[in-house]
């Protein structure tokens, strides 16, 4: 098999809008039970719960043709996508989870308008019929009606998870009359059930529309706490004294247990220290760096402990990961950026044997998920971010690697070949964000990004992502300087 030539990226098999399932310690669901919550609905009257089937499903009266909406608020880090995605094996909130659970569960990351648009599409897709012929891309109506008019065609219930949707713009659009979370249905005969959970920092109940069910997160009770922290670790059940310890450090935030989990397992894998004195350890650890956040903290020495087993570029390739868009990044940037000298500001370039073992052991410590597609925590993001404020000679280094990156693999991008079709909605929120990236205005990268904007957006335009196309290249590319 020849090699691929330097810049030409390949497939891109990995579903940008998959189901995060990284969040559970097990394959699956497989991860502890969340926090007790009431159940609301009426259970039918011949049912004992688990014990009996249900012979049908009871549609509840929905007034005006208005679907469920729920939206799980909250500050980072307190498992508002942990929550949406329990929703996903549970059941339902308006009815019975013991009865039924949702047979068509489509996740859409929401964190941009490029992102929103190439995921309701990638919905489009998975609706589809088997066996049926393939839409045309322009058919009648926006995106959002056709997910809609797609769900509500089901004959089965289904669940739409909005994830990360803290643009305060794009969540007015999405509850306008023509939005995905509109307060009225297109009219058609619906045989299915289904509810739509919305994930967002945006607590303020001004900002949702009164149809809107709003639930607060927040740090988990103890018990649930140490049970994750526990399965993170890999610890044996029996062992609760010094996890709950560490776990009371943290302050029971999903995000900051996951971490330290991860941090214990890789310290007792590679070391051979018991579970509880290590745990004691990183407690005594976090003690002394009082003056940062729990996630701040966890993340510096995660890095640390990346360090010391010799993992000498994680916190460089972190840094670039960082900066790009808070959306799913191809690991195929990063290999191709290494196979033709991917340098980091202050060492010697990264080969690429050295690079898969740096995201490998980013995805061990819980830093980076993903494999085809790496993702960062949005609040690991915005610690690495804060850093790179304080270091005014890396972060343009970094950004000037960020957009030979996008340059170079958006002029390879061959419009006509299929195997390239799913690069042209994965790059659009990353070259959005690198129009935007810290450190002093550049006319020859100005100029880059133009061009290469031009060329993103044609091919978005092809392929039906109109919406994403004008957000790429409004017609003016903004200066890269703060």
């Given at each position: 098999m020849e090699p691929?030539p330097v810049g030409?990226?390949?497939p891109l098999k990995?579903?940008?809008?998959g189901?995060p399932?990284?969040?559970?310690p097990d394959?699956?669901y497989?991860?502890?039970a969340?926090p007790d919550?009431?159940?609301?609905g009426?259970r039918t ?9 249900p ?13 469920p909406?729920?939206a799980?608020?909250?500050p980072?880090g307190t498992?508002k996508?942990l929550?949406?995605?329990?929703e996903?094996?549970?059941?339902g ?6 009865l ?8 859409v ?11 309701l599409?990638k919905a ?6 088997r066996?049926?012929?393939p839409?045309?891309?322009r058919?009648a109506g ?8 797609a ?8 669940l739409?998870i909005l994830?990360?949707l ?8 999405a509850?306008a009359?023509d939005?995905?979370l509109?307060q009225?249905?297109?009219r ?6 289904g509810e ?7 607590a303020?109940r001004t900002?949702w529309g009164p ?10 009770h103890r ?18 004294t010094?996890?709950a310890?560490?776990a009371d ?6 995000l900051?247990?996951r971490?330290?989990g ?8 590679t070391t051979?220290?018991?579970?509880g004195?290590?745990a004691?350890?990183l407690?005594?650890?976090?003690d002394?760096?009082?003056g940062r956040?729990a996630?701040?903290?966890?993340c510096?020495l995660n890095?640390g402990?990346l360090?010391?087993?010799g993992v000498?570029?994680a916190r460089?390739?972190?840094a670039?990961?960082?900066l790009f ?18 340098r ?7 080969a690429e044997?050295d690079?898969?073992?740096t995201?490998?052991?980013?995805r ?23 850093e790179?404020d304080?270091?005014?000679e890396?972060?343009p280094?970094l950004?000037a ?5 996008l340059?170079?693999t958006?002029h390879?991008?061959?419009?006509d ?5 799913p690069?042209w ?6 070259l959005?964000a690198a129009r935007t ?5 550049d006319p020859?990268r100005?100029?880059r990004l133009?061009?290469?904007?031009q060329?993103?957006a044609?091919g978005?335009?092809r392929h ?7 957000l790429v290249h409004?017609?003016t590319?903004?200066?890269?300087g703060?």
């Amino acid at each position: 098999m020849e090699p691929r030539p330097v810049g030409v990226p390949g497939p891109l098999k990995d579903d940008l809008h998959g189901l995060p399932t990284h969040l559970y310690p097990d394959r699956l669901y497989g991860g502890p039970a969340l926090p007790d919550r009431p159940v609301r609905g009426v259970r039918t009257t011949w049912s004992r719960g688990r014990l009996h089937a249900p012979l049908g499903l009871r549609r509840p009266a929905l007034p005006l043709q208005r679907v469920p909406v729920r939206a799980f608020v909250g500050p980072g880090g307190t498992g508002k996508t942990l929550r949406a995605l329990d929703e996903s094996h549970t059941g339902g909130h308006n009815w019975d989870p013991y009865l039924w659970s949702y047979r068509t569960i489509s996740w859409v990351s929401a964190r941009d308008g490029a992102s929103l648009e190439s995921g309701l599409l990638k919905a489009l897709e998975r609706l589809r019929p088997r066996g049926g012929t393939p839409a045309p891309r322009r058919t009648a109506g926006t995106p959002e009606d056709r997910v809609l008019r797609a769900l509500h065609a089901l004959e089965s219930p289904w669940l739409l998870i909005l994830d990360g949707l803290d643009d305060p713009d794009l969540l007015r659009r999405a509850q306008a009359p023509d939005g995905i979370l509109r307060q009225r249905m297109p009219r058609g005969p619906w045989p299915s059930v289904g509810e739509i959970v919305v994930t967002s920092r945006i607590a303020a109940r001004t900002a949702w529309g009164p149809w809107v069910s709003l639930a607060g997160t927040g740090p988990w009770h103890r018990g649930a706490a140490i049970e994750l922290l526990r399965a993170h670790t890999g610890a044996a059940t029996g062992q609760h004294t010094e996890l709950a310890a560490l776990a009371d450090r943290v302050g029971y935030l999903p995000l900051a247990l996951r971490l330290a989990g991860r941090h214990l397992h890789v310290l007792t894998a590679t070391t051979g220290t018991a579970p509880g004195d290590a745990a004691a350890g990183l407690a005594g650890a976090l003690d002394g760096a009082r003056g940062r956040g729990a996630v701040p903290a966890l993340c510096g020495l995660n890095l640390g402990l990346l360090a010391d087993r010799g993992v000498r570029h994680a916190r460089p390739v972190l840094a670039l990961l960082c900066l790009f868009a808070a959306e799913p990044v191809p690991a195929a940037l990063l290999t191709s950026a290494a196979a033709a000298g991917l340098r980091t500001p202050d060492g010697p370039p990264i080969a690429e044997e050295d690079l898969a073992r740096t995201v490998t052991a980013l995805r061990e410590i819980g830093l980076v998920h993903g494999k085809a597609l790496l993702t960062v925590d949005p609040l690991v993001r915005e610690a690495m971010r804060a850093e790179l404020d304080d270091e005014p000679e890396t972060a343009p280094a970094l950004g000037a690697v960020l957009v030979d990156l996008l340059d170079r693999t958006v002029h390879a991008l061959d419009p006509d070949d299929p195997a390239h079709t799913p690069w042209w909605p994965a790059l659009a929120p990353h070259l959005n964000a690198a129009r935007t990236l810290p450190g002093t205005a550049d006319p020859h990268r100005d100029a880059r990004l133009t061009a290469a904007a031009q060329v993103l957006a044609a091919g978005l335009r092809r392929h039906g992502h109109t919406r994403s196309a004008r957000l790429v290249h409004p017609g003016t590319v903004h200066g890269t300087g703060s």
